[in-house]
């Protein structure tokens, strides 16, 4: 993009401004400003990298350590999401509002906690499903311990993930942080246990 600016004496830039806005004691330039520095200096000629080494790695550790918490939260959602076999694009609110309906379900299944109205669904259920009431507890029950199985799973290989990533950062191995957060940025929608697992040691490898 081509800016109006006025430079300082040390050819910094010195920000984006309309012709009549400029401060009349700077000199003035209209130059084609690359974006991508983090701070833009004008040699005359041409934008150059202002920033000291320090300046750019602090960024690249916000900007990563901003990617790396969006990416861990997101998959811990999904994986709730999946635990009770619900897509995220219900919404974040939906998924946990009905996740603790499961487990309260869950408990009533399973005699931990007595309430005679999610009983009375329960049996309204197998009368549905055409089963007893015991094999619809027994399927309430079963199906609740499997989706938190699959969920420990999960979290916890995200959980290594995002570990391994801001370790990663700390040493300023930024071609590491990157690529695992990129595996962690793209993990497929559908994912088994096994195509998890072989994820998890990708990471780890890095």
């Known amino acids: 993009m081509r800016v109006s600016t006025f430079l300082l004496s040390n050819n910094r830039f010195a920000g ?3 012709e009549d806005n400029v401060p009349s004691n700077r000199g003035i330039a209209s130059v084609v400003y690359e974006n991508h520095f983090l701070i833009g200096v004008w040699n005359g000629s041409e934008w150059e990298e202002g920033a000291t080494e320090e300046e750019i790695n602090s960024k690249k550790v916000n900007d990563l350590t901003i990617r790396i918490t969006n990416s861990f939260t997101y998959l811990r959602q999904r994986a709730l999401a999946s635990s009770i076999g619900k897509p995220i694009a219900l ?3 939906y998924i946990k509002e009905q996740a603790d309906q499961y487990k309260y379900k869950y408990a009533v299944a399973n005699g931990d906690i007595i309430d005679a109205s999610m009983m009375a ?6 009368q549905d499903f055409g089963i007893t009431d015991q094999q619809m507890k027994d399927l309430i029950i079963d199906r609740f311990l499997q989706g938190q199985s699959a969920y420990l799973f999960f979290t916890g290989m995200i959980e290594r993930g995002r570990t391994k990533a801001l370790t ?3 040493a300023l191995d930024f071609e590491s942080a990157e690529a695992i957060v990129v595996l962690m940025e793209n993990v497929p929608e559908v994912l088994s246990m096994e195509d998890a697992q072989a994820l998890n040691n ?5």
């Open 16 to 18: 984006n401004y309309e």
């Open 91 to 93: 919404g974040w609110d």
């Open 121 to 126: 669904s329960i049996e309204d259920e197998a």
């Open 168 to 170: 990663k950062l700390e």
């Open 202 to 206: 990708q990471m780890l490898a890095i």
